[in-house]
């Protein structure tokens, strides 16, 4: 009976060098696109967030007369901080979203920007202790209570008196450093100027400047806008700066931002 004998064989270095450049390649090839399915999924993640927040900020409007979320508050009688710039949009909002979290875009690379929201017993309650870190999102300071408001709380604007809420942008995708007292909210001045710069990572801004805070196109280069009728939109910022400006208000000398319909 013939007997065969085998010997085992293993890979070539050839073999080898040819499989590990498959491997390289598939890689070179998946992972892009593994990183925009993830960046996707944050951007709608993102979205939600603007989405529910704007519910929240819809139904304090409806619980406080029609009148739009202020920037930043304060109360003269003693019952609120002294320091305005303690009691913010965010605060406002947070008892409608029971929430602090939804306050941070999961694409923020800085996780130290949760904010902790103020107890202002005149103008209502929240989960304590001071403010220093506004999280992700930024509001528009052409809406009420802004920098020229006197004392914060005398610039009240009527939801009403919003001729395009549809178009107006209302809240953004902020640059977030997670440092102490970042930007919160948002200008553009008189005579549309708007300026671009770079955020961390190379990100583009755009903003009237970084002390005013700044927009931030950090999901796959576009932004996410929540717009005064509460609906949500991922845009580029160079759509952004295709705006319409309507008349400063009376408390403020900074026109509201409008959006050019499609």
Same mark, same amino acid.
């Given at each position: 009976?013939? %007997? +065969? ?7 070539? !270095? ?7 450049? @498959?491997?390289?390649? !598939?890689?070179?090839?998946? +992972? ?13 993640? =993102? ?7 704007? !519910? ?26 002294? *320091?305005?710039?303690?009691?913010? &949009?965010? *605060? ?11 306050? *941070? =875009? ?5 996780? #130290?920007?949760?904010?902790? /929201? ?22 528009? =300071? ?27 942008? &209302? ?8 440092? @102490?007292?970042?930007? +919160? ?9 708007? %300026? ?6 190379? $990100?583009? !801004? ?8 700044? @927009? ?10 929540? +717009? =005064? ?13 295709? /705006?319409?400006? #309507? ?5 403020? $000398?900074?026109?509201?931002? %409008?959006?050019?319909?499609?």
């Amino acid at each position: 009976m013939n %007997s +065969f004998n085998y010997k085992k064989r293993g890979f070539t !270095l050839i073999e080898l060098l040819v499989v590990i450049a @498959i491997i390289a390649i !598939l890689a070179a090839i998946l +992972f892009p696109v593994f990183a925009r399915a993830r960046e996707n999924a944050r951007r709608s993640s =993102c979205q939600s967030n603007l989405k529910q927040i704007g !519910l929240g900020a819809i139904q304090y409007v409806q619980d406080y007369d029609e009148q739009m979320v202020r920037v930043s508050y304060g109360v003269s009688n003693g019952d609120g901080p002294s *320091d305005v710039n303690r009691y913010k &949009w965010m *605060d406002a909002i947070q008892p409608y979203v029971k929430s602090t979290q939804i306050f *941070d =875009c999961p694409s923020n690379a800085n996780t #130290n920007t949760t904010p902790y /929201l103020y107890n202002a017993p005149g103008v209502g309650n929240s989960t304590g202790g001071a403010t220093t870190k506004f999280g992700s999102y930024t509001m528009s =300071c052409s809406l009420p209570g802004s920098l020229n408001a006197p004392s914060y709380n005398g610039g009240d604007v009527s939801s009403a008196s919003l001729a395009e809420p549809s178009t107006t942008l &209302w809240i953004a995708d902020m640059e977030a450093d997670g440092s @102490i007292n970042p930007p +919160f909210r948002f200008i553009v001045a008189t005579g549309n100027n708007l %300026s671009f710069g770079n955020g961390s990572a190379g $990100r583009r !801004l755009i903003g009237y400047s970084a002390q005013s805070g700044a @927009i931030i196109d950090r999901h796959l280069d576009t932004t996410n806008i929540l +717009f =005064c009728d509460g609906h949500v939109k991922s845009m580029k910022l160079d759509a952004i700066a295709k /705006l319409n400006t #309507n008349a400063a208000t009376v408390y403020n $000398r900074y026109p509201i931002l %409008s959006i050019e319909a499609d």
